[in-house]
């Protein structure tokens, strides 16, 4: 059984008054996450004008199938979360059910690719610190710096959207998600798809350095 | 229902696109490199955003107040890139 859908809160004329101000809403939180990262891409390229050849170096200990193969999961997952808010549009709970889950299933095969990265450049002793190797060009600690920065900063993002997706499985379970009812939906792609397109200029940028 | 049926190809479509631009990005790599090399990437990396951006996001059907919402947080990170890039490329200069 489905719960009784709220009605529409007093300051909205109509539905649509309260989608365009829910967007609107969700748009001036990106906003402030587009600088967020932004203050990162901002000190990534301030240092790699100042030391080309050790960010293109540091690029070069980074496996480039493993961050090839990481947009190709992470761009799916935002075609299954499109998919799931089409799918919920049109009043469908267990295509949306599906959708999310494999959403999820592919926000986590992202992670395990990276916690495989993170867990490779510890082996190679290239983990910013006391420890790291030694000899290294000058530079090449900013760069390795920066890479765990701007890929755990995203991934912390992706752990947030994950723990959030438990919630939207659950709710979606207990029927809350309408036709007309969606909006926590359609929100949680924007947050999604944003992180997507975070990784997007991540990957050229650390992945793909021309030496 | 036609109309849905028009929403998943398009969801699929952009999907393809954006695998299509991930492809070229990652073939361009192998080539030989040159000053073009990054703002290759680069401009493939925006390409796709936009994709996201206004299909997966729904930016496209938003009112212009929504559309503005979005495209200044990125007039903002111009400023700030602008900004910084002119004082560490000027200010080093000898003489």
């Known amino acids: 059984m489905s719960a009784p859908a709220t009605p529409l809160p007093e300051a909205y004329a109509d539905a649509r008054q309260r989608d365009v101000a829910n967007h609107l809403g969700m748009w001036a939180f990106l906003a402030t996450e587009i600088l967020f990262f932004g203050g990162l891409f901002l000190a990534y390229f301030i240092y790699r004008s100042t030391y080309p050849a050790a960010f293109a170096a540091g690029s070069r200990t980074l496996n480039f199938w493993r961050g090839t193969l990481n947009t190709a999961v992470l761009l799916g997952s935002s075609l299954t979360m499109a998919l799931g808010d089409a799918y919920i549009k049109q009043g469908r709970r267990r295509p949306l059910q599906f959708c999310l889950a494999a959403t999820a299933v592919l926000g986590s095969v992202f992670l395990a690719v990276k916690a495989s990265e993170y867990q490779e450049m510890y082996a190679k002793h290239l983990l910013p610190g006391r420890g790291f190797e030694p000899g290294a060009a000058p530079g090449l600690q900013l760069f390795v710096l920066l890479y765990f920065t701007m890929t755990g900063l995203h991934a912390f993002h992706m752990l947030v959207g994950l723990g959030l997706m438990v919630w939207l499985l659950r709710q979606n379970q207990r029927g809350r998600f309408t036709a007309a009812q969606h909006a926590p939906i359609e929100m949680f792609g924007l947050y999604w798809h944003f992180v997507d397109c975070v990784w997007v200029f991540l990957y050229p940028l650390l992945y793909l350095i021309p030496r | ?95």
């Open chain 2, 1 to 95: 229902m036609p109309e849905s049926a028009a929403t998943f190809r398009r969801l699929f479509g952009t999907f393809g696109a954006l695998i299509a631009l991930l492809v070229i990005t990652a073939a361009a790599s192998a080539l030989p490199s040159g000053w073009w090399s990054t703002p290759l990437s680069l401009l493939i990396a925006t390409a796709k955003a936009a994709l996201i951006f206004t299909i997966f996001m729904r930016l496209s059907g938003q009112p212009a107040l929504v559309r503005i919402f979005a495209v200044v947080g990125l007039f903002w990170l111009a400023i700030m890139l602008t900004l910084t890039a002119a004082d560490y490329f000027t200010r080093f200069w000898p003489g």
